[in-house]
């Protein structure tokens, strides 16, 4: 398996921009599906996007569609989430995740980082 650590998360204002970062190590990085999760206080932690092994599909949870962008490069072992017109209620703390080619589980976490949107 790999191991993952978040990056980049931190404090912005209404309608800014952030790009958080995954970097991957001690595994075949370019053979996991890898996506972001968020999980804001009192609420259920929720899929925002995710990305497959080569980057070429992708999808997005409909609150941040048009608004985030999930990319991922492989040869750096590294997976991004550009957020764009960044919004209060995008606060919460974001996590990557990997599960390996097809499985159906994500089973490989960050530790997450933190992202507040003040008004």
């Known amino acids: 398996q790999v191991q993952l650590v978040e990056s980049g998360g931190g404090l912005v204002q209404a309608g800014d921009s952030l790009r958080l970062s995954c970097a991957a190590s001690?595994?075949?990085?370019?053979?996991?599906?890898m996506g972001w999760f968020r999980q804001a206080p009192g609420k259920e932690r929720e899929l925002v996007a995710q990305?497959?092994?080569?980057?070429?599909?992708?999808n997005y949870a409909d609150s941040v569609k048009e608004r985030f962008d999930i990319s991922r490069d492989n040869a750096k072992n590294t997976v991004y989430l550009q957020m764009n017109s960044l919004k209060p209620e995008d606060t919460a703390v974001y996590y990557c995740a990997g599960r390996y080619r097809f499985s159906a589980k994500y089973d490989v976490w960050g530790q997450g980082t933190q992202v507040t949107v003040s008004s």
């Open positions: 990305i497959s092994v080569g980057g070429g599909v992708t």
């Open positions: 001690g595994g075949t990085f370019s053979r996991y599906t």
